[in-house]
């Protein structure tokens, strides 16, 4: 009898470490399960994480994509509205332009008589204001020439002989000098006024000449000549300035 009850104790030993071993590879097992559980979320949130990323990104893309497109859709539309209003107003301009320009076509005409009309009187002030020069430059040379002329006359009472004498060939060659550099201010100005003056001063070296000579003789005749230049002078210059003023009448 002892014997079976050692049997059987050894017998339910056994069976109890087997159960407990199960137990322990069961609560292994379980614990394996367990912890993959714990990783495979941690992997699935990182996936999920990543995706909604990409989705946000995407969307993002997308949006500024639309943004950008609204953009220029807009701006396209501002532009194709403005040109269309530019060709409102030019074609409302033109409305308003095209009754107005049978009237306008007499106004155009008297404008520009206006115009010719202010450009002729421009003109002719222009050479009015020549003419008066020229006159009263013609009027200082007469003056200055009949000066001449008296300042010659008081000088043969006033001055000796031999000094006289010397002071009308001086007067003469200086007449000439100014008379060469007259002829070439002409020339350089195509100026024929200036001509003119060079010729009159040419004359009255040949008038001083005139004179020295008549005085070097002792001539009667002096006094009767130097008054005859100075008065054919004044007359000159007198018929020269009516003359340049019925010209611009003309």
Known sequence: MATEKKKNKEIEEKASLKTE????????AEKKKEIKEKNTPNKNTKTQREDTEKKESGAKKANTTKKLENTKNNEK????ENIKGEEK????AESLIKPEEELSV????????????????RKNKAKD???RKNIFRNILLAIIVVIYFIFINLGVKAIPVTEY??????????AVIIAVITFEQAYKKDDGSLAIHGIE???IAIETLILLNLYSVKSEYFFMTLM???????AYYFIKCIIIAIKNKR
């Open 21 to 28: 071993k199960k137990e322990s590879k069961v609560s292994v």
């Open 77 to 80: 539309d501002n532009d194709e």
């Open 89 to 92: 107003q030019e074609v409302g």
């Open 106 to 121: 007499e106004k155009l005409a008297k404008v520009k008589d206006e115009i010719k009309e202010e450009k002729n009187k």
């Open 129 to 131: 204001s020549k003419v």
């Open 165 to 174: 004498i010397m002071d009308l060939k001086t007067f003469s060659i200086f």
């Open 201 to 203: 001063i040419v004359a």
């Open 228 to 234: 005859g230049i100075t008065i054919a002078m004044i």
